[in-house]
């Protein structure tokens, strides 16, 4: 089954990625390489096998709950590309009006 | 001979004896590592000289203090750039985390540091680990020390050419499909891939979480069972870690392997081997066999869909992982942004490579509604009936053995430009991640051009110890594998 330009954009969209009109059609075809090498699964019968998510078969971990170390505010935010005051600045979400 | 020439066991011993001092040694690695990184350009950070000097002749004074040491006490080792260092930087081989510096450090790296090791620098690696070049990297591409037009493999291909070279004994890498085992196979040095679980993963950047191990690199089997015994157990910072506690890997007994079944997976043989990498693999199978173990033929079905299960594993579920680059928090950030998505749309686009890119969008797609079922979903049942093929094997068998890799290392631009013939180079080491299987690749020898050959040994989840044990029987009988000439 091949994928088309459309769907590509499609799947761009939601993985938040941008490329240009080259890069889709590029894009497309070697999609449609990669979809080719996925298909060999068809062949395998799987009726009643159990998906595998995880390999190790440890039951859910929970700790105490209890306060551990933490980062100070300076240190969680010393890499933040825009910074104000303790808090992460973005773009405005809401309408300014 | 030089003291970066030596392998861990000569160190360690050398150390013990105070036939030189950590000083000395650091001293010699560092100018080994300023001659070569020209040629190689295994690192993308290599830490300040003075800084690292002062840590050697600080565990030079515990030593001569009689005051206890850790079991890598003024052993320097290299890191791979997505292991998180607390003050220096980890970039993944991203333009999207050029300039991000963690604010702590991974589990492994600080058991590094309680075990006296030295940090010497961050080694270079295709973009998020996604890669079998090392090409894939946004600063550089690293040469494989025994032939510089050729490929060191990767992901984790820095650590194996710094360790080839000379230019530290000792290297962690991180391995998701092979990413440890492959460039260690291609440089001629020993790579490991511990059980899924054994070695936590905190600190080490996501990529494929229910795929991804912290492995260990170095010239000899000793130096690369004492590193992950230093890293290796429980974490209270990981729930994926294993409570199973962690054993002597390597112990003096059994020099001889009498007693222990080998067995050789047929489909590891098939269409797509070089036939000098059979050859020389064929040639440890006989060493195997002279040892005393016993050798049978096994079968694995299922290996020939590792491949596609894989990377629809892989891909998907980097997809999620890489989610959090939104330009908000850490990482690059586009000054060409009028409003949130455009923000997070742009920031992705400009800071991630084109490898990067496919893979989300593979997995995106894989994962979208309409296709979970026949992708993602049928790629997890295959990966059951693999896992279910390697439990039949170990029935049977102590340890699989078989090659680490179908070729030798390829030269550079030869696969970079065709997505699938790179993803196939992976074909041996996969399974063994999709099965959460220890594994790991020791040299065996020559190709007829010249260039390194790995033997992939794998055994049942957390018997590492018969793994090792295995490949130190056959580097006593071969010899501990070269480093390469005219460096």
């Known amino acids: ?33 990669i979809l080719a090498l996925f298909e060999e699964l068809k062949e395998v019968d799987t009726d009643g096998v159990e998906p595998a998510f995880r390999v190790l078969r440890r039951r859910n971990v929970f700790r105490g709950d209890e306060p551990g170390e933490m980062l100070p505010p300076d240190e969680a935010l010393a890499n933040a590309p825009d910074r104000h005051e303790d808090a992460f600045r973005v773009p405005a979400v809401l309408p300014n009006d | 001979m030089k003291l970066y020439e030596l392998t861990f066991s000569q160190i360690r011993a050398g150390l013990l004896e105070g036939d030189f001092s950590s000083r000395e040694l650091t001293e010699s690695v560092l100018d080994r590592v300023e001659r070569v990184e020209p040629t190689v350009s295994a690192f993308v950070t ?16 515990r030593r001569a203090a009689g005051k206890r040491q850790g079991a890598l006490c003024g052993v320097p080792v290299a890191v791979k750039d997505n292991i998180s260092t607390r003050g220096l930087a980890t970039t993944c081989g991203s333009r999207m985390l050029e300039s991000y510096v963690p604010p702590y450090d991974a ?15 961050k080694t270079n690696m295709d973009e998020f680990a996604m890669g079998s070049s090392n090409e894939n990297s946004a600063f550089c591409a690293t040469h494989n020390p025994w032939d510089a037009g050729r490929v060191p493999g990767g992901s984790s291909g820095g650590s194996a050419a710094a360790v080839a070279a000379g230019e530290v004994p000792l290297a962690l890498g991180s391995d998701t499909g092979g990413s440890v085992r492959q460039p260690a196979g291609f440089c001629g040095v ?6 899924y679980g054994r070695v936590s993963r905190y600190g080490l950047v996501a990529f494929a979480s229910s ?22 157990g429980e974490d209270p910072r990981d729930s994926t870690t294993a409570a199973e506690p962690v054993p002597p890997f390597l112990s003096d007994a059994g020099v001889d392997l009498k007693g222990l079944a080998v067995g050789v997976p047929d489909e590891y043989f098939s269409d797509g081997l070089d036939p000098s990498v059979a050859e020389r693999v064929r040639d440890a199978l006989e060493i195997i066999r002279s040892l005393g173990a016993s050798v049978q033929t096994i079968s694995i079905p ?28 850490y990482g690059h950030r586009t000054d060409h942004a009028e409003d949130l998505d455009g923000l ?61 890799s179908p070729t030798t290392a390829f030269a550079l631009g030869e696969r970079v430009h065709d997505p699938v013939s790179m993803y196939l180079s992976d074909v041996y080491t996969v399974p063994v991640n999709l099965a959460g299987l220890p594994a790991l690749s020791v040299p065996c020898g020559l190709s007829t051009s010249g260039l390194p050959v790995g033997l992939q ?6 018997r590492e110890p018969v793994m090792f044990r295995v490949a130190r029987a056959y580097e006593r009988a071969a010899g501990v594998f070269p480093a390469p000439p005219g460096l």
């Open chain 2, 190 to 195: 020993v790579g490991v891939k511990p059980t």
């Open chain 2, 107 to 121: 589990t492994a790296v600080s058991r590094l540091r309680d075990a006296g090791a030295i940090l010497v620098g």
């Open chain 2, 211 to 232: 795929l991804d191990q912290i492995g260990t690199m170095s010239r000899d089997v000793a130096g690369a069972a004492a590193l992950l015994e230093a890293i290796a």
């Open chain 2, 457 to 462: 040994i794998v055994a049942d989840k957390f």
């Open chain 2, 46 to 61: 290599v830490r300040d000289r003075g800084e690292i000097l002062a840590e050697a002749a600080a565990a030079d004074a």
């Open chain 1, 1 to 33: 089954m091949a994928v088309e330009k459309g769907d590509v954009e499609h799947v761009a969209t939601l993985a938040r990625l941008a490329f240009t009109e080259e890069e889709l059609v590029a894009f497309t075809t070697e999609m449609n390489g």
């Open chain 2, 302 to 329: 299922h290996l020939r869909f590792g491949i596609a299960a894989y990377y629809l594993v892989a891909d998907a579920e980097a997809s999620a992982n890489l989610a959090r680059y939104d330009g908000v928090k």
């Open chain 2, 344 to 404: 997070y749309r742009m920031s992705r686009s400009e800071g991630f490579g084109a490898e990067v890119k496919r893979r989300i969008m593979m997995g995106t797609y894989a994962l979208s509604a309409g296709y979970y079922d026949q992708y993602y979903l049928k790629a997890q049942k295959v990966r059951t009936l693999l896992a279910r093929d390697f439990e039949k094997a170990f029935e049977s068998v102590d340890v699989l053995v078989a090659p680490t």
